[in-house]
């Protein structure tokens, strides 16, 4: 028997943005974003907003702006510095007071973030798990949409100026991953990842608005920000099978669903199981 996890729905691909550094630029991002459905992680420097009143009412704008589309705040390091040349006692403050000022503003546990220019070593890795971070994305494009296997070293599919762009969101969207021919039917996802005020500096707000169109309104595509991707998948990881497969309790808050084919052959037997919060449900 095969498992293969699904997205919320049964759906087998993902969708998410991360964007850095919270500039006003970020405003006609969202604008463009919601008008699409998708959903963006905004990744932050928490000096950038409370050391002055200009600054907080800055962040209480954007973060409005957030909430209302669904979006995610998460850190980015306090001062914005090269965190893995730090001494761990100072990166994990960056990250802990960045942690502080975010949740007392926002009302939500933050554990979620994007090293500042994209440096990290195993070291760095170490110190964010102790300040409660469980991702953080780099800036290196693997122009492939698979599924971190460390979430502490999280690489984007590319960066909205790749010129690879449209290519890859292309490649993305034919993805069957349900036909008959697909024997590997792990699921997919596709990151993008950027900074606001680049669209700006650029002239080139189409582009994001191109891609938020193409990328948009699919019915096989799941539009999430990091933290529910994560989220999610950690819910997946945490089923419960009996020891034939046959029954599967889910000991999460979070529905859950996969994939099930049963190695029958000739005869085809596949199906797309729910695994609802807190239950336990057949699976054959």
């Known amino acids: 028997m095969d498992i293969f996890m699904r997205f919320p729905g049964g759906v087998g691909k993902a969708l998410t943005l991360s964007y850095d550094d919270g500039n006003d630029a970020d405003f006609t991002l969202v604008d463009i974003i919601d008008?699409?459905?998708?959903?963006?992680?905004?990744?932050?420097?928490?000096?950038?907003?409370?050391?002055?009143?200009?600054?907080?009412?800055?962040?209480?704008?954007?973060?409005?702006?957030?909430?209302?589309?669904?979006?995610?705040?998460?850190?980015?390091?306090?001062?914005?510095?090269?965190?893995?040349?730090?001494?761990?006692?100072?990166?994990?403050?960056?990250?802990?007071?960045?942690?502080?000022?975010?949740?007392?503003?926002?009302g939500v546990i933050t554990r979620g973030m994007a090293y500042p220019y994209g440096t990290w070593d195993k070291e760095l890795i170490e110190v964010m798990k102790s300040a409660g971070i469980v991702y953080s994305r780099t800036t290196k494009a693997t122009h492939e949409f698979d599924l971190p296997g460390e979430w502490l070293c999280l690489n984007p599919t590319c960066h909205h100026k790749d010129e690879r762009l449209f290519e890859l969101l292309e490649k993305f969207n034919s993805i069957d991953i349900e036909c008959d021919t697909c024997l590997n039917k792990r699921p997919k996802m596709f990151y993008l990842w950027g900074h606001s005020y680049e669209f700006n500096n650029d002239n080139n707000w189409e582009r994001l608005d191109e891609f938020s169109k193409k990328a948009s309104g699919r019915d096989d595509t799941w539009y999430a920000t990091n933290i529910e991707i994560y989220n999610y998948v950690k819910a997946y990881e945490s089923l419960v099978f009996s020891t034939d497969g046959s029954i599967v309790q889910n000991p999460t808050a979070i529905d859950v669903w996969f994939y099930r084919r049963m190695k029958t052959f000739p005869i085809k037997d596949e199906k797309i199981i729910k695994a609802p919060a807190g239950e336990c449900v057949k699976v054959f």
């Open 35 to 106: 008008r699409y459905g998708i959903k963006c992680t905004f990744n932050l420097n928490s000096a950038r907003f409370k050391n002055d009143t200009e600054g907080r009412q800055r962040f209480e704008k954007l973060k409005n702006a957030y909430e209302k589309g669904g979006h995610e705040v998460a850190i980015h390091g306090e001062s914005h510095a090269f965190m893995e040349q730090q001494p761990a006692i100072l990166a994990l403050t960056e990250a802990m007071h960045d942690r502080e000022f975010f949740e007392k503003e926002t």
